[in-house]
């Protein structure tokens, strides 16, 4: 909320911190491109790996993912801003270990949807989730 506010208050406050934001933001990517700042703390995921398993277990059967092969799927939600999105599936804010809960286990989270329990291992849904958090 207070991210919000503050958001609020630049908008209304003129232009004059926009254009400075904008001429230090146009400065800053002037120089070195850096990555950008995660959005959440590290929570032990490794997004490389995560990356292998979402090829490996065919998640793009059932999501679209831009960046990766044949994931054109029209089952579930598009995850291409995935880091974005406040809910998962529409019932958990969108936080690490609400992540880590649903990509385990759909089923005991909405019993009956059309993503199917894959078997993954908690370490394995972190750094799948680290990966989806790439996604912005
Ligand atoms: C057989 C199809 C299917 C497969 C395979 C599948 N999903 Fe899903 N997934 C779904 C459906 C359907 C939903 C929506 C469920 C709901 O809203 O109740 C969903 C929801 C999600 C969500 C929440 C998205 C949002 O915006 O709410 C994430 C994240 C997700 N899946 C990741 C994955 C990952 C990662 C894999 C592979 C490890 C995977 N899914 C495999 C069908 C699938």
Not at 22 to 32: E, G, I, M
Not at 67 to 89: K, N, Q, Y
């Amino acid at each position: 909320m207070t991210v919000s506010r503050s958001a609020v208050r630049s908008a209304r406050g003129g232009r004059t911190l926009t254009t400075l934001a904008l001429a230090l933001a146009a400065a800053l990517s002037a120089c070195a491109p850096s990555p950008p700042a995660p959005k959440w703390p590290d929570f032990g995921g490794d997004p490389r790996r995560g990356e292998l398993l979402v090829g490996r277990y065919s998640c793009g059967a059932c999501h679209q993912m831009p960046d990766v092969e044949e994931a054109d799927g029209m089952v579930g939600p598009p995850l291409a801003t995935f880091s974005r999105r406040t809910m998962i599936a529409g019932l958990l804010p969108n936080t690490p270990p609400n992540l880590v809960l649903w990509l385990r286990h759909p089923q005991a989270v909405t019993p009956g949807n059309a993503m199917p329990d894959l078997g993954l291992t908690d370490a394995q849904a972190r750094d799948i989730a680290a990966y989806l958090y790439t996604k912005s």
